[in-house]
């Protein structure tokens, strides 16, 4: 608990004085003010959490968490259990969807196994790989907790253990993904929770329910929450009733990449439920995060306006592991690049506006 | 005006059988099918375009077409005209937002003179440079035809030489992008005539005029449509009446392209404006265009309709240059190599939906 709560207060605001040199700057570059839009939005943002008005991105790395869930057991998800780890090794072998993204960004993979129901064997694979298993995957929710409290805290603890060792190793920026088969059902009854939202409306068809599916996904996440009954002053309570080792890995990945400064670009609809246990525990790690896209998946928008921020992109895409945090990495740095590296209008000698 | 018969003739249809197999591969993909959204929607139009299922972008040119435009001089830009030779320069030293985006993607910019009203010296600069001015600057739209109809002729001729030139050093895929102050106005002009949308809701700030000169510029449209009366069913007539140079340049990399069978990334309102023209002359050419933002240029969502293509994202961008279509690029690129490079289920040993 000592290393969250330190982590919680490391996060600091953002630096106005290198958001206003950046600003001035945008201004200064041969191109009709404002007219890069959200991309100058960005690089000032990004000038703010890195306390420096001209930022460099080049370490750039996605941090991939996988789990597995108990409540996977009463038929939420259309892909059966043994998926989780079986995309684990594909993560490890460079072929997934993540993978590929990352590649097209220059980024690299690290995956993370915070839960998986079976050991993950490692020899023989390529990429980098971390092990926190916290358990073998969590307990079913809907008869009693998801996970103890202190599991609780150790997978937030595990989470910034791994953003302290990208730290140590040279980081710019972060992209936070995530696997598990049925962790949209975690995922849903979280951000019922937090953000009011009935659980109807935040609760979509994850990796392809069908109707008959959803319907028992929506009556399994009431009970969850009635049985369990999270307190809603407590974001570790809710993430131990309902929540999910990878969510919670998730969320300690953003606190310390907020107390460290660095910009952390989110995915879908699993890493913004992460999201929003992070910004339970800590409201200020908002002005750490960049959104990538908006996911089909119902509910993230409603995560997206309870923490208050817009995504860069809206693509349909639903498949997570950070597919969409890869893509707006690529964005987030162009946006830097910009700001490095075009000329001012003295520079290049053009003549400013009549 | 052979080789426009010649270039539009050359547009056939998207290979039907290279789609089927593009979507076929991307069902048999490691990820719930159809969760990678418009990256998959992306990466089989590209398939029909190359006629290989498994398409790769190597090689990519984003080519930036610069003229001026006699109707600046009444007043209808927020910039002096000498800012287009000043940009093309600074294309050349590589200071511009389109050299830090086209770096940013891995690809190379083709600056254009199509007409510029100075003569542009090349020496001690760098970059690729090609000279196709057609004249120093339009004439003024308010009190005649913009260019004579074989200059209008020669500038799409222009276009399409740039490519083959292209096509000849080798190119996957092509990105358009305009430089010429006051060029919002002839594309006002060209949009309203063409999707019979009033002036008024297709005419913006461009640059950054302010109301009393955006009302000038509605009134200065209206005039050059009444003073010219094009010809509806004669595209190149409505260039020449009320276009510009770098306008039937970009149409002709266009048609060009579509002969070629090279996906082509389309920019803002002016390189809208372009397809418009380009569409025109051959519908068919709707099914090579790939549309990368939506410009906050009133108008720009007039010829998106009109053409019955959706962009790919909306970032509040309005600069030109191809800065959208440079972005756009890296988005169609990505889509093709997760269609090349992700593992099937097959390949990885991951179990399909129960």
């Known amino acids: 608990?000592?290393?969250?709560?330190?982590?919680?207060?490391?996060?600091?605001?953002?630096?106005?004085?290198?958001?206003?040199?950046?600003?001035?700057?945008?201004?200064a570059l041969t191109k009709p003010q404002r007219s890069l839009g959200v991309l100058e939005d960005i690089s000032v943002k990004v000038a703010g959490i890195t306390r420096n008005f001209k930022p460099e991105i080049k370490d750039k790395v996605?941090?991939?968490?996988?789990?597995?869930?108990?409540?996977?057991?009463?038929?939420?998800?259309?892909?059966?259990?043994?998926?989780?780890?079986?995309?684990?090794?594909?993560?490890?072998?460079?072929?997934?969807?993540?993978?590929?993204?990352?590649?097209?960004?220059?980024?690299?993979?690290?995956?993370?196994?915070?839960?998986?129901?079976?050991?993950?064997?490692?020899?023989s694979r390529a990429g980098n790989f971390i092990d926190k298993k916290i358990a073998y995957g969590t307990a079913n929710m809907t008869k009693g907790p998801a996970m103890r409290y202190e599991d609780a805290v150790h997978s937030i603890e595990a989470g910034i253990e791994v953003l302290e060792q990208e730290v140590e190793k040279g980081v710019d920026i972060v992209g936070v993904g995530d696997m598990g088969i049925g962790n949209t059902t975690p995922s849903s009854a979280i951000v019922a929770f937090i953000t009011g939202e009935p659980v109807e409306s935040v609760t979509g068809h994850g990796t392809g329910l069908d109707s008959e599916g959803l319907r028992r996904k929506i009556e399994r996440i009431k009970k969850a929450l009635e049985v369990n009954k999270p307190n809603r002053a407590d974001a570790i309570d809710i993430l131990a009733k309902v929540g999910g080792f990878e969510i919670g890995g998730?969320?300690?990945?953003?606190?310390?990449?907020?107390?460290?400064r660095i910009p952390v670009v989110i995915d879908g609809f699993i890493s913004g439920a992460a999201a929003l246990i992070a910004y339970e525990l800590s409201p200020k790690i908002r002005d750490y995060l960049i959104a990538s896209h908006l996911s089909v998946e119902a509910g993230h928008r409603a995560i997206l306006d309870h923490l208050g921020i817009e995504p860069l992109f809206n693509l349909n895409m639903r498949l997570g592991e950070g597919t969409g945090a890869a893509l707006g990495i690529s964005l987030v740095e162009a946006s830097c690049k910009i700001l490095r590296e075009m000329a001012t209008f003295e520079e290049a000698g053009v003549s400013e506006k009549e």
Chains 1, 2 share one sequence.
């Open 1 to 27: 608990m000592g290393k969250i709560k330190e982590t919680i207060e490391g996060i600091k605001a953002l630096d106005e004085a290198a958001m206003e040199a950046a600003m001035a700057r945008q201004d």
């Open 62 to 123: 996605i941090i991939t968490m996988a789990g597995d869930h108990g409540v996977a057991d009463e038929g939420v998800s259309a892909y059966p259990k043994e998926v989780t780890p079986q995309m684990v090794y594909n993560f490890l072998s460079g072929g997934a969807g993540i993978n590929v993204l990352a590649r097209h960004i220059g980024a690299s993979v690290v995956v993370v196994d915070m839960g998986v129901a079976t050991d993950i064997e490692i020899e």
């Open 250 to 260: 998730m969320a300690g990945v953003m606190l310390a990449a907020g107390a460290h």
